[in-house]
């Protein structure tokens, strides 16, 4: 009974900021995606694992209505898309390991490259209907509240653009990182507006450093890029 009470104590640890309580575990959460995040600019397969571990801690923060949390709203949205993450993670996590195998030692696990039209083509097309379908299920559940239109919208689109840059990631696209630049821009003013304050910091913070990320995986594209095969000489001269 001694170690569950020590659990207990710490799974709903409280810190309080000003007149806002917060958990503990959304702090820490948000610290392991940042470190993630670092690790993944770095082409680190570390990157995934330390990911999936953030990913736990959030979801008991956002999944409020299965656990104690002080928020007044539980998002549901945000709650699945750790799920997604989790299972995008694996896949990423065997992607970046499986490329590695093929690398000389040293060497980031893989090299950036921007998608091609076709994919492009294809992952907008994909996340338009997603969102669609996203924000009319996130209505139909409910959150439990009279929450207005533009909520469920909003939610759907943090979903769902979030998997597609973790996928985008994975992948080792560079599109990845203005994906999350638009996630940004519409999650952070709903995490503040719902009362998570640790994970909206981090989000606006993150934003600096998804731009950063931007520009050192588009200059590894450009500088490590495979170089195309010379043409051949003309067998006539």
């Not at 170690?3 to 575990?25: C, K, M, P, S, Y």
């Not at 979903?159 to 840059?165: D, Q």
């Not at 630049?181 to 600096?208: E, F, K, N, T």
Request: charged content about 10%.
């Amino acid at each position: 009974m001694h170690v569950v009470d020590v659990w207990n104590d710490l799974f709903t640890a409280e810190l309080q900021l000003g007149q806002h309580t917060i958990l503990w575990r959304e702090v820490v959460g948000n610290l392991f995606g940042i470190a993630s995040a670092i690790l993944g600019m770095r082409r680190l397969v570390w990157a995934w694992p330390v990911g999936i571990i953030g990913n736990v801690f959030l979801f008991t923060v956002f999944m409020g209505v299965w656990f104690a949390t002080p928020q007044e709203h539980s998002l549901f949205g945000q709650a699945a898309r750790q799920v997604f993450f989790i299972i995008t993670s694996v896949y990423g996590w065997w992607a970046w390991n499986k490329s590695l195998r093929t690398r000389a030692k040293g060497e980031p696990a893989i090299t950036p490259r921007w998608a091609s039209a076709r994919e492009r083509t294809a992952y907008l097309l994909a996340a338009a209907g997603l969102v669609v379908l996203c924000q009319w299920i996130f209505q139909q559940v409910g959150v439990g509240w009279p929450a207005p239109d533009w909520y469920y919208w909003t939610d759907a689109w943090i979903f769902v653009g979030s998997i597609l840059a973790t996928y985008a990631m994975a992948r080792g696209w560079v599109d990845f990182w203005l994906v999350w630049i638009a996630v940004d821009l519409v999650g952070v003013p709903l995490l503040w507006h719902s009362g998570y304050y640790p994970s909206a910091i981090m989000y606006a913070a993150y934003g600096a450093f998804v731009a950063w990320g931007f520009f050192v995986w588009r200059r590894a594209a450009r500088d490590e890029a495979p170089q195309a095969a010379p043409a051949l000489a003309d067998s006539t001269t």
